[in-house]
């Protein structure tokens, strides 16, 4: 809309539709008033989990006409892009996958925009994409990825990059939340240690006797290093405003992207050690090891009397 596009928006709740209509959206009640509401051929942007992208199109697609174009700018499997494609090809429908990063700050930071299907809708939709992105104003001419946005391939190709996006940021993350660990817990030398056959021996304590300021390491890490990132930026906000992370359990969620970028690791045979790694810690925390554990405890006990310690 700050680019000057006419938008019309849904939403289940009416309340996110009230807000969009102050900044100037025109409103809609209904999946039939949303269609209505839109010129033709229309242009209709679905942002939903991915697990309920055939609903919502299952509810869309009867009201729609020849030539318009459905964009699912979620997390939809790849698979399920090309097939839907498809589907729609029959009625003259135009699909597109629309892979988007930039979480919650797009509005202020632009979206990274991965786009798969069709040359001509997506060519056709090129003031939007390009209206989201963001360093279109400062990008050189014909180059869209210097933008912030790419035409990938057909359908599928979108959320194809998308998800191998997505598991490099689970890698990503997974690397500074090591880092901090190992930093956190320098100390570890301070603490008085048991001896006893249940208990590694520390052999060098002295070597860690740090007890190190997280919140400072993070931000001087955000300048001139090489590690530096909006991820890096993000976990240096939070340690400043709370230091041991309190307010956090640790139980980390996986929407499907690391899962379905391992499962293409493996059909196309290519070793992907670091996005394994770093999507089995994400079950791991939540309580997805404990069994496991259990049966190691149990071996140990069996073999050698080791009780658990407390």
């Given amino acids: 809309m700050h680019a000057g596009h006419d938008v019309v928006a849904y939403d289940r709740s009416p309340e996110a539709v009230a807000a969009l209509a102050k900044d100037g959206a025109a409103a809609a009640a209904s999946v039939e008033e949303l269609v209505k509401k839109s010129r033709t051929p229309r242009a209709i942007c679905l942002m939903v989990p991915a697990g309920v992208v055939d609903s919502a199109l299952a509810s869309l697609v009867p009201l729609l006409s020849k030539n318009d174009i459905v964009i699912d700018g ?9 097939e839907r494609a498809r589907s729609l090809s029959a009625s003259g429908i135009h699909y597109i996958d629309m892979g988007t990063s930039g979480g919650v700050w797009g509005l202020e ?11 001509e809708p997506v060519q056709r939709l090129d003031p939007i994409f390009r ?10 001419a014909g180059s869209t990825a210097q933008a912030g946005y790419l035409h990938c391939g057909p359908a599928g190709a979108g959320h194809f990059v998308k998800m191998i996006h997505n ?4 890698g990503l993350m997974a690397a500074y939340a090591e880092g901090f660990n190992i930093l956190r817990h320098a100390n570890v030398g301070s603490s008085t240690a048991e001896h006893d056959a249940e208990t590694t021996p520390l052999r060098t304590p002295q070597h860690y006797q740090y007890d190190f300021k997280l919140d400072e390491i993070a931000e001087v890490w955000r300048h001139g290093s090489v590690i530096s990132s909006w991820l890096l930026d993000l976990t240096a906000s939070a340690l400043a405003t709370d230091p041991s992370l309190e307010k956090f359990g640790g139980r980390v969620s996986d929407s499907g992207e690391g899962r379905w970028a391992l499962q293409a690791a493996n059909d196309e045979g290519v070793p992907a050690h670091v996005l394994a790694a770093a999507l089995f810690e994400r079950f791991a925390s939540r309580d997805q090891d404990v069994f496991q554990n259990k049966v190691l405890s149990a071996m140990r006990f069996g073999f050698g009397g080791h009780a658990e310690k407390k």
């Fill in 109 to 119: 930071r632009g979206y990274c925009l991965m786009i798969g299907g069709e040359r």
């Fill in 74 to 82: 979620g997390n939809s499997h790849y698979h399920d892009d090309i």
């Fill in 131 to 140: 209206a989201l992105a963001p360093d279109a104003a400062t990008a050189q």
């Fill in 167 to 170: 598991g490099i940021e689970y």
